[in-house]
């Protein structure tokens, strides 16, 4: 299986138009285009998820004009998008169609692929304190990582082919509900990932 992007070139910096932030502040975050191809006989569905594998794990160093985050400070998983369910006979997700702005306290109903479902992405989490932002994340919110990280972030979009039409998932569901639900039930997936920064010393 292949999955592939009109404006998203593999291992390349992602359009300031796809992320949550950009210099300026929050940013269009319109969900990329995705498109897949030599799909596995017997898929059922699909499930696509979007991570960060290198976010900080010291908060107190996040956002700060009086220090950087140093580039080998471990960092951990975040989710930008979890999506399950995605019907059989989809081969494309088209530009800013499951998300076209960033949304304060999250998109109640994000829209997706008709009988597909949108799960919490990690920005629940991170606003969980902010009494502006705080609220449940569903569905695609872009990249915004710390303007003073010493370490360009990576995005992950990966895509899965399932033997089964949905998966047996809670409401809400995040990331790793569908990594232990779609487990024994992969056929095949595909990956594409892109590079974002708002340091200005790494752009």
């Not at 004009?65 to 975040?78: E, G, I, L, T």
Request: with cysteine.
């Amino acid at each position: 299986m292949k999955l592939t992007s009109t404006h998203l070139r593999n291992g390349e910096p992602i359009d300031s138009r796809f992320a949550a932030g950009d210099a300026n502040g929050f940013a269009a975050n319109r969900n990329p285009p995705l498109a897949w191809s030599e799909v596995p006989e017997g898929t059922r569905s699909f499930a696509l998820l979007c991570i960060d594998p290198d976010v900080p794990t010291v908060p107190e160093t996040v956002g700060r004009a009086d220090c950087s985050v140093p580039a080998d400070q471990p960092r951990a998983d975040f989710t930008h998008w979890a999506m399950a369910d995605i019907p059989a006979d989809l081969r494309d997700i088209a530009e800013g169609s499951c998300s076209d702005g960033f949304v304060a306290k999250g998109k109640p109903q994000p829209a997706g692929p008709a009988g597909a479902r949108q799960g919490l992405n990690d920005f629940t989490g991170w606003f969980a304190g902010n009494p502006d932002m705080a609220g449940q994340y569903l569905g695609y919110d872009g990249p915004y990582p710390p303007f003073n990280d010493e370490r360009v972030h990576r995005y992950f979009f990966r895509l899965f082919a399932l033997d089964v039409a949905t998966l047996d998932l809670p409401t809400p569901f995040t990331a790793a509900d569908v990594h232990k639900a779609m487990h024994g039930h992969v056929l095949a997936e595909a990956a594409l990932h892109g590079t974002y920064t708002l340091n200005p010393a790494l752009a």
